[in-house]
């Protein structure tokens, strides 16, 4: 089960909450030096969170606002957005079913309708992540749910700012597809028959996000994540890959970046890697 935690981490991981702060951690980091002229702001959100565990408080309202344009992960204003990740999640040649056994897929397509109250027919074409994205949506005990990135694009586009995205579809397909396409079948029947335990991981894992630090939320993920090479696809690789784009965004304009909080901490997160870059990266109380 390890393996399949940095893909509902990758799914998953980005908010805000009401919990204490820790003095020497946030989620919320100002970028400065470095020969900047105003400082940048950089931000560790929740993918999917109950409405009740996130608010955009007044200090990020502050920030946001200060800055001259919005960066999240994807370009997030994309009317095309969607349409473009499904056509990418598409099977041509392989359907889900193809790819299980006859026992192993009826088991799995009771206990998906169950879960979703949709049946498994409606992703047979699409690849595993894809109704993997919709178990993790599930794990969230509410039913008001919340993206925190549209929250932050909405405010955005209100305070009329250019938004921008680190990566492309392409880039955040292809980190998917590094995982054999078996392997991530396996992980998909794991997570439907072993789901009451995906959920509560997923508690354990909202309720270090609300610790509002990096550092612990780091070392959960290494604890309940996926093996090196898996780290390296979905969250390394990807955090190196963004640096020149923040290093430019930096240079230009002061920017409010939003991205998964997993990509924050660690030696290789966002934080450490502009750190080397020559930034001080200093945490920010909200």
Known sequence: MKRLWYVFLFIVLAGSTTYAQPEKS????????????????????FHILCKEDFTISDILKNKLQASKQFYGELDMDDPNLQMQIA???????????SLMT??????VSGHFQQITGMSIKLFNNFKPFMPLSLLAINTIPCDNKIQPETEFTELAKKNNLPIFGLETVDDQINAIDKEPLYSQINEFKQTVMNFDSVKQVMSQLISVYKLRDV????????????????????????????????KKALTEKPTFFAVGAGHLGGPNGVISLLRKQGYRVTPVMY
């Open 26 to 45: 946030s989620l919320l980091w100002e970028v400065s030096g470095n020969g900047l002229q105003q400082p940048s702001w950089l931000f560790g959100t």
């Open 87 to 97: 056509m990418k999640m598409m099977m041509t040649d392989k359907t889900l079913e």
């Open 215 to 246: 550092d612990s939320l780091y070392k959960f993920m290494k604890t309940a994540g996926a093996n090196d090479s898996f780290e390296m696809d979905l969250i390394i690789n990807r955090n190196r890959n963004w640096i020149p784009v923040i």
């Open 102 to 107: 006859e026992d192993d897929y009826k088991k």
